[in-house]
């Protein structure tokens, strides 16, 4: 067969084979090295946009902090109340006596120690009201703050000074315990409708945690009524300790019927608030805001407070002591 022997044709048969293997291997590989470096260069692509879009996104941002810097640095910062750093006085009226005989002492929260109190503590002092000097220990404005609390926070205080807040049992006896000093409650009220009203209490005074903070009360002036003290033995406030859903003190013995319903706790009753509560009475300003299907409800009581014979829906309300000034003697 011209030459080639029988034997040999497998053998180039088989070599054949192997360069065309070999040959496709190298084509597969090749176009597999292609592939790779185009997915890589693809991946860093979008990569580098990221890095573009989040660089842009960190400029944005910088400009924006300075332009607040900005702005904030022309801002007059004076009209933010500043945080204490020493103790100023007694109380909010020892504060206005002190510092109004050298300057208009601006409302906002100081450090006070009562005489008597072996540690200073917050208050806020309102100095723009009704002359100034009123220590602040309670105010509901828009229900933020919850007063559904235990007897051990009653006692201690919550809230923010600057908004809503409970000043605490403890640090109201301390302000209203000091030796020759009497105070004044004055409660404002504010309605849905923006209509205003007062209830002015002299000789306001509680007594120590020994006494669970019993409260009493002298002279009633103002235009929302007397809700303290109702409209008979059942629903006056005045001498009745404070109680809480965890430290019941009120005067349902066993039970209250609260229209129609027996009642074992006032403070459950409403809502798991502290008050002083008399068989529940016709105050509470610490009831709770409740969430109705289209909005928060306040639910704050003051019963007294009328118009057409149905109580007046409260907004927000404020309680607030000043020292009683001495009569002068003839």
Known sequence: MDGVRPCEMPRRTLKEEKHYLCRNLHATLASYTRNTKKLIRNMMERQQQSVDYLAKQMRELMNRMHLLNSEF???????????????????????????????????????????????????????????????????????????????????????????????????????????????????????????????????????????????????????????????????????????????DNDGCNPQCNIQGHLVDSCSVHHNKTGWWYNQCGLANLNEAHLMTEKSLTSHIRWETWKQNGVPIKIKSVSMNLLRSRPHLQG
């Open 73 to 247: 640095l022309t801002t007059d910062t004076h009209q933010f109340p500043t945080r204490p750093v020493q103790s100023h006085g007694f109380d909010c009226t020892d504060i206005k006596d002190t510092l109004g005989s050298l300057s208009r002492a601006p409302s906002g929260i100081y450090i006070i120690q009562p005489e008597g109190a072996d540690y200073p503590f917050e208050v806020f002092c309102e100095m723009d009201f009704m002359g100034g000097g009123w220590t602040v220990i309670q105010k509901r404005i828009d229900g933020t703050i919850e007063f559904v609390r235990t007897w051990a926070e009653y006692m201690d205080g919550f809230g923010d000074l600057s908004g809503e807040f409970w000043l605490g049992l403890r640090n109201i006896f301390h302000i209203v315990n000091q030796k020759n000093v009497k105070f004044n409650l004055l409660m404002t009220f504010e309605s849905d409708d923006e209509t205003t009203a007062y209830a002015s209490y002299e000789d306001f005074y509680i007594g120590d945690e020994s006494e669970q903070f019993k409260l009493r009360l002298g002279h009633f002036t103002g235009t929302a009524g007397d809700a303290f003290r109702g409209y008979g033995s059942q629903d006056d406030e005045n001498g009745m300790p404070f109680s809480t859903f965890d430290c």
